[in-house]
């Protein structure tokens, strides 16, 4: 009997020893995963914390949208890549190697709070494409083939066929990417090429028609480079580089120029924003605003003109015009429009049909003292064949003015298209 007790006591001894090991395994398993789950929700806080996107610093509500490379976008043929001599630096108040110290000084605090910095070099993707951005300066792209050089002179020479007797003149501008100097290093870093515009302008030259005269400018542009003849925040030159176009223009034409002095040279703008910064809204292209001047040639030659736009014609007087809103470069002939007919005070025997880009509405400006009549079309617009107004009697000049940009891409077709092709 006392036996029995005894073993059933032992058993009884055993059983809670089990239990109460039992017990103590299961505290730290508990205390082993209350600590888990501690160390767990710290790390994922973390790193919730590290992977939410930097705050974008822009006034402008328009930032960048991306970089993109866009070497695949070139012409349907062999591209012609010799490069000029290292592109013309200037030494004025604009020169591309001058560094904004204060806005590095911004930069590395910005950097080290961990908002977002503008690069100071890149390509952003917009309505205008593609445009490249190199310390608050905007350019185009300039690239062209044998392909495209072919197919624009032909179409000048088709012009010049349909035009007879007329005299015809080719003018190429150059832009701004051909003078300025952006590193070799940073040019292939962001995969930006500016082609030779020397060299695509004198293989037009070599190949259109000997009876059409070519207007060179590009001697003219590299000279007088530093009296800024282009903008930083647009793509257009300014109205003084369009007076070295005219000046170059009238000594081909036997004209006789007037001198610039006999204009007042106004100040429109000191802060104009152009479609550089309109259609990227880069911080550091707004910091680099352009001071936007014009000859206002109404107040010594009177014209008048008749504005072809949509199914509507608009009459007005002048062809300078400092009211134009948002965008000052309708300060020249007014807004964008397919065509222009202008009745000046110039020389009655002369009568011009200028057909062009944006590049000739500065141009034209001037040529009101030595023409009676003069026509613009825009080839961008205007959709109709012009083959009966080349041949014709209504002209004794016709002149085709083009950023180089543009007669390397497709003026070709809009010219064919002038022409009834």
């Known amino acids: 009997m006392d036996e029995n007790r005894l073993v059933r006591a032992n058993k009884n001894d055993n059983s809670i020893k089990i239990m109460i090991a039992v017990i103590a395994v299961l505290s730290l398993l508990i205390v082993g995963l209350a600590l888990y789950l501690l160390v767990f929700s710290k790390n994922s806080n973390n790193t919730q914390n590290n992977s939410e996107p930097a705050s974008v610093n822009d006034d402008s509500g328009e930032g960048p949208a991306s970089y993109a490379d866009i070497s695949d976008t070139e012409s349907d043929d062999e591209s012609v890549t010799d490069e000029s001599p290292e592109p013309y630096s200037g030494e004025s108040q604009d020169d591309p190697s001058y560094v904004d110290e204060s806005s590095a000084a911004e930069s590395s605090v910005e950097e080290s709070s961990g908002e977002y910095v503008e690069p100071e ?12 951005l190199y310390k608050g300066y905007g350019f185009e792209q300039f690239t062209f083939s044998s392909n495209i050089v072919n197919k624009y002179t032909d179409s000048l020479n088709k012009i010049k066929q349909l035009a007879g ?16 100097t952006i590193p070799a290093s940073v040019k292939q870093e962001d995969d930006f090429y500016c082609a030779s515009q020397r060299k695509f302008m004198n293989n037009v030259y070599a190949k259109t028609d000997s009876s059409i005269i070519n207007v060179d400018v590009y001697n003219t542009f590299e000279t007088h480079y530093d009296e800024k003849l282009f903008f930083n925040s647009d793509p257009n030159y300014t109205h003084l580089a369009a007076y070295y176009v005219y000046l170059d223009y009238c000594k081909a034409a036997g004209i006789t120029p007037i001198v610039a ?38 107040e010594v030659y009177t014209a008048t003109e008749k504005v072809y736009r949509g199914s509507g ?51 034209i400006t001037f040529l009101v003292p030595n023409y009676g009549k003069i026509t613009y079309i825009n080839p961008q617009l205007y959709n109709d064949s012009i083959a009966d107004m080349l041949a014709g009697d209504g002209f004794t000049d016709v002149v085709i003015i083009t950023y180089n940009t543009y007669a390397g891409r497709l003026l070709h077709s809009d010219l064919a298209k002038l022409a009834g092709n």
């Open 121 to 132: 070099h890149g390509w952003v993707i917009n309505y205008l494409g593609y445009t490249y």
């Open 261 to 298: 002095g006999m204009y007042t040279q106004k100040l429109l703008n000191n802060q104009f924003l152009g479609k550089f910064f309109t259609a990227t809204g880069s911080e550091r292209v707004m910091k680099n605003a352009d001071r936007f001047d014009y000859f206002d040639i109404d």
């Open 165 to 180: 007797s007329k005299r015809v003149y080719n003018i190429l501008v150059p832009t701004n990417c051909e003078f300025f």
């Open 313 to 363: 014609i608009v009459n007005r007087t002048g062809v300078i015009f400092a009211d134009t809103g948002s965008y000052n470069y309708y300060t020249f002939l007014g807004e964008d429009a397919k065509r222009i007919d202008i009745t000046a005070a110039g020389d009655a025997s002369r009568s011009l049909l200028v057909i062009g880009d944006s590049s000739a509405a500065p141009f």
